[in-house]
Nanobody
Framework: VQLQASGGGLVQAGGSLRLSCAVSGRTFDNYMMGWFRQRPGEEREFVAAISWSSGRTYYPDPVTGRFTISRDNGKNTVYLQMNTLKPEDTAVYYC??????????????????WGQGTQVTVSS
């Protein structure tokens, strides 16, 4: 099982980036797919999640209205569109997958598989 995150980079405040997470090695039809981020010296925090089967999405308040998670079944890829980026969005972003048995949405520890992370830097 492999989750390959990409799309990070350097962007000015107010700009946009789209992260991608390509999944392979198994089907994730009933999985919850999530994005988390980790700033230096801080714990990993929840950013967004999407049910692969239903498409239902979840966001915490700091990103609601700015970030959008989506998935492309044909490409086995999950995306995170990030708009109106702020310097405090600077972090390493990770994609993850939680099996139905674990039932993860917000909690990092309930995710089974993780990608390698991609750096997002927002300059002021």
């Amino acid at each position: 099982v492999q989750l390959q995150a990409s799309g990070g980079g350097l962007v000015q405040a107010g700009g946009s980036l789209r992260l991608s997470c390509a999944v392979s090695g198994r089907t994730f039809d009933n999985y919850m797919m999530g994005w988390f981020r980790q700033r230096p010296g801080e714990e990993r925090e929840f950013v967004a999640a999407i049910s692969w089967s239903s498409g239902r999405t979840y966001y915490p308040d700091p990103v609601t209205g700015r970030f959008t998670i989506s998935r492309d079944n044909g490409k086995n890829t999950v995306y995170l569109q990030m708009n109106t980026l702020k310097p405090e969005d600077t972090a390493v972003y990770y994609c993850a997958a939680s099996s139905p048995a674990r039932g993860g949405i917000l909690r990092e520890r309930l995710y089974d598989y993780w990608g390698q992370g991609t750096q997002v830097t927002v300059s002021s």
